[in-house]
């Protein structure tokens, strides 16, 4: 309430003072539906915190669409001040000489100051180079497990215990499908989940030079046996009724709240549109793991995007940027946002003031996502992944998945393609791009 009084007296004191012509700062975003709208009421409320400058928030479609909207814009000059970009598009930005307008230097010479070690380790890390910020982290997911308690009675599961492991997760499947529930079980996001968040689970490598972050020149190599089993074991339930594909992106999650799927493995930040759609009691749990890979489960790692700022704009804007990105950093908007969509809290300071209200407490599994991240120190295999065009190489990876899935080759061929055609996009990145 406080806070939804400071904002309207300073609206009313904006809205009595003589007109002045307000510098408009254009953000494109790849947040849809329940989250869009979220996007939108974060530049609301700054906008009426003060009356200099107007955000002007922009859905581009996902993360992908809106990077090559803003790969285009770039070369007529109408770029957007701000752009929210994938985790795994880091590489790719920062190999983009000339186009970033690094955070720490834009917050420096903005005379504002934004701490790298205000932020949770495990977000901040990836959006750093020598302990410096390049980009803003603003939306960090992990992914989580969801499962409809109500099926789960019908199943004669237990309600409120989520399954912890694979074959725990098997099993429940195979009853959910004995009830005719037509899918027990699917994933969002195919490549995140099931190849980089499963390798981060089982303390796995991605890829050499731990995935990426300890330097150029690496290689892929998660088709290793671990990973080829899981994927053979998904092909295996796909074929018995237990699991079913739903594509690259969200639609699973459509799937679930539809309550077609009893069990979704997906975004911590699906649950504001879950909770929005699904007419059933949702339940939370950790992700699964193998109990036979030694060092499992270890610690998941982020999804998500951070907002970088693009060079090239009149100069007029960046104060107006560096004064949102402060706004973004404030702790009771960290917390709103992070209790409103489940995003991880970014800030040290948003996590406490969330714990400290209680809203764990009255919110049962909202505190999965932290808890994963932070269940054990990183390991150089856990921390995650820096690696050029890493975009178009989770692409290969899902068009691999899905040949392995239809039965057009086996989980190993597929695997072994994928990592022969992601290390192909690697090496070019590294002699073209840089």
């Known amino acids: 309430m406080p806070r939804l009084i400071a904002v309207a007296a300073i609206a009313w004191a904006t809205l009595s003072s003589p007109a002045a012509a307000l510098t408009e700062i254009h953000w494109w975003h790849a947040m849809p539906g329940e989250l869009g709208r979220e996007v939108e009421r974060l530049a609301s409320d700054f906008n009426l915190s003060q009356s200099a400058y107007k955000v002007i928030p922009t859905y581009k479609g996902l993360y992908t669409e809106t990077m090559t909207a803003a790969l285009f814009a770039l070369r007529s000059k109408q770029h957007p001040a701000i752009l929210q970009a994938a985790e795994v598009a880091t590489a790719t930005m920062m190999a983009s000489k000339?186009?970033?307008?690094?955070v720490h230097q834009l917050m420096r010479e903005q005379g504002m100051e934004l701490a790298p070690d205000a932020f949770l380790p495990a977000v901040a890390g990836y959006y750093s180079d020598n302990g410096q910020l390049l980009s803003f982290p603003f939306n960090a997911s992990t992914p989580i497990l969801y499962y409809n308690k109500d099926q789960f009675r019908l199943a004669g599961l237990d309600p409120d215990k989520a399954p912890a492991t694979w074959p725990e997760v098997e099993a429940a499947a195979r009853k959910l499908a004995e009830k005719k529930i037509p899918c027990g079980?699917?994933?969002g996001w195919p490549s995140w989940i099931n190849v980089e968040n499963f390798s981060a689970f089982h303390n796995l490598p991605i890829a050499s030079q731990d995935n990426g972050m300890g330097g150029t020149g690496a290689r892929l190599q998660f088709n290793n046996l671990v990973v080829t089993g899981h994927l053979s074991t998904l092909v295996e339930w796909q074929k018995n009724g237990w699991f079913d594909y739903s594509g690259r992106t969200n639609d699973a999650e459509r799937r679930f709240y539809k309550s077609e799927c009893g069990i979704l493995i997906s975004s911590s930040a699906a649950r504001a549109?879950?909770?929005?759609?699904?007419?059933?009691?949702?339940?939370?749990?950790?992700?699964?793991y193998w109990p036979n890979?030694?060092?499992?489960?270890q610690n998941s790692i982020i999804g998500g995007g951070s907002l970088w700022v693009l060079?090239?704009?009149?100069?007029?804007e960046y104060k107006g940027v560096a004064a949102f990105l402060s706004f973004l950093s404030r702790p009771e908007v960290q917390a709103q946002w992070h209790q409103w969509t489940?995003?991880?809290?970014?800030?040290?300071a948003a996590y406490e003031q969330t714990r400290a209200l209680g809203f764990y407490e009255r919110n049962p599994g909202t505190d999965i996502s932290i808890r994963q991240i932070t269940l054990n120190p990183p390991t150089a295999n856990s921390r995650g992944l820096r690696l050029g065009s890493y975009v178009v190489?989770?692409?290969i990876i899902q068009e691999e998945i899905e040949d392995a899935l239809a039965g057009r080759k086996s989980a190993k061929a597929a695997l072994d393609n994928a990592v022969q055609r992601g290390n192909e996009v690697l090496i070019r990145f590294e002699t073209t791009d840089q």
């Open 98 to 102: 000339g186009v970033v307008y690094p």
């Open 185 to 187: 079980l699917t994933t």
């Open 273 to 288: 549109d879950i909770i929005a759609n699904a007419s059933f009691e949702i339940g939370y749990g950790l992700l699964p």
């Open 293 to 297: 890979v030694a060092g499992a489960p």
């Open 311 to 316: 060079r090239d704009r009149p100069e007029a």
């Open 342 to 348: 489940g995003y991880l809290p970014t800030t040290h």
């Open 393 to 395: 190489i989770r692409d």
